[in-house]
């Protein structure tokens, strides 16, 4: 069975990104391509740790708590360490997560709280300028 390779160009293109990051992952030790001249040669591991990599991106993981799981992933036979690793990783994830929600909620209580504020301020001005004496110009009026 021939074994399928790819260039760096080959998965910067299909997964969007740049030479120059899949090159940061290597150094990372996240992918371990072969070597051929001055060139790269990435196997489909490599290709697989890179959609993995990825993927634990887009979950907010840390590149170091990738390449943990990773490894654990190379070095386990049944993969159970690995399940359990992965599941406190998830957790603490979705912990940090959860409380920037209930940080968020809070923020755009005080948001809609400023609004609001802004809105009854606004009506008054409005008010005092449609009352005001007909001779006094804005830079007259008080508030």
Request: net charge positive; hydrophobic share 35%; charged share 35%.
């Amino acid at each position: 069975m021939a074994h399928i390779t790819f260039t760096i160009t080959d998965l910067a293109r299909e997964f969007g990104l740049t030479t120059r990051a899949i090159r940061f992952y290597e150094d990372q030790g996240l992918l371990y391509p072969r070597r051929v001249g001055r060139s790269r040669v990435y196997t489909n591991r490599d290709r697989v740790r890179l959609k993995l990599t990825l993927r634990g991106k887009r979950l907010g993981l840390s590149l170091s708590e990738i390449r943990e799981l990773l490894d654990m992933y190379d070095a386990a036979k049944g993969g159970r360490g690995q399940l359990e690793r992965f599941l406190e990783v998830l957790q603490k994830r979705r912990s940090a997560l959860e409380q920037q929600r209930e940080d968020i909620e809070a923020v755009l209580g005080e948001i809609s709280s400023f609004e609001q504020q802004c809105h009854a301020l606004l009506q008054k001005k409005r008010g005092a300028s449609l009352n005001k004496p007909a001779g006094k110009r804005d830079s007259e009026a008080t508030v």
